[in-house]
């Protein structure tokens, strides 16, 4: 069972940058795909990118194409979301999340998730 912990979050002003970090514990890191989703106030969770369990694929919502990158570190258990360019509809809560995976596909949807982090807070400045 996979344990997550998002850090990075903070206060940030329009056109800035910022790195979350999700590290996971438990069983093999490698074997997980993981992606990253959103809550901003008074809307629903969004996906907002993942990656392979072998990192060689990665997949981003329209609205973080071009500025957000995710990548991942298996010897460290961690994966990361770089965040570039950040623009005040970006602000909610960034959860981190997992899926014990037989194969190297991507996950685009909440369901296909097991394990969630608690989340951390991104506030973007206009």
């Known amino acids: 069972q996979a344990q997550l912990e998002e850090s990075g979050g903070g206060l940030v002003q329009a056109g800035g940058s910022l790195r979350l970090s999700c590290a996971a514990s438990?069983?093999?890191?490698?074997?997980?795909?993981m992606g990253w989703f959103r809550r901003a106030p008074g809307k629903d969770r969004e996906f907002v990118a993942t990656?392979?369990?072998?990192?060689?694929?990665?997949y981003y919502a329209n609205s973080v194409k071009g500025r957000f990158t995710i990548s991942r570190d298996n010897a460290k258990k961690t994966v990361y979301l770089q965040m570039n360019s950040l623009e005040p509809e970006d602000t909610a809560v960034y959860y981190c999340a997992a899926d014990y995976a037989v194969d190297y596909g991507l996950r685009l949807t909440a369901g296909q998730y097991d394990y969630w982090g608690q989340g951390t807070q991104v506030t973007v400045s206009s």
């Open positions: 990656i392979n369990r072998g990192g060689g694929m990665t």
């Open positions: 438990g069983r093999t890191f490698s074997s997980y795909a």
